[in-house]
């Protein structure tokens, strides 16, 4: 079982950034791939981005390249999604995901989910 927890989330003006966190536990960090995904209002939820698990191989939506970065720090069982230039459009509950041995786009092949993290960007 993996257990992970985000933080970062808020209010924020358009053009403003931000730094999101998922810390995990419970299994070692490094055999995952993380991604996050988020979910807007009567929206589907859906992918932002990924890295593998050594950090080398990183996947971004049309949407965020460009404005944000996905990075991880094995050490702290940590990953970040820097997110710059943000846009109302951005609005949304973000949330990070693990997926033993491999990431991608695809929610459904990841194994466990964190709570999420409100982010609202106002015009």
């Known amino acids: 079982q993996v257990q992970l927890v985000e933080s970062g989330g808020g209010l924020v003006q358009a053009g403003d950034s931000l730094r999101l966190s998922c810390v995990a536990s419970?299994?070692?960090?490094?055999?995952?791939?993380m991604g996050w995904f988020r979910q807007a209002p009567g929206k589907e939820r859906e992918f932002v981005a990924a890295?593998?698990?050594?950090?080398?191989?990183?996947y971004y939506a049309d949407s965020v390249k460009g404005r944000f970065t996905i990075s991880r720090d094995n050490a702290k069982n940590t990953v970040y999604l820097q997110m710059n230039s943000l846009k109302p459009e951005d609005t949304a509950v973000y949330y990070c995901?693990?997926?033993?041995?491999?990431?991608?786009?695809?929610?459904?092949?990841?194994?466990?989910w964190g709570q999420g993290t409100q982010v609202t960007v106002s015009s």
């Open positions: 995901a693990a997926r033993l041995y491999n990431s991608g786009q695809l929610d459904y092949r990841y194994n466990y």
């Open positions: 419970g299994r070692t960090f490094s055999n995952y791939g």
């Open positions: 890295i593998s698990r050594s950090g080398g191989n990183l």
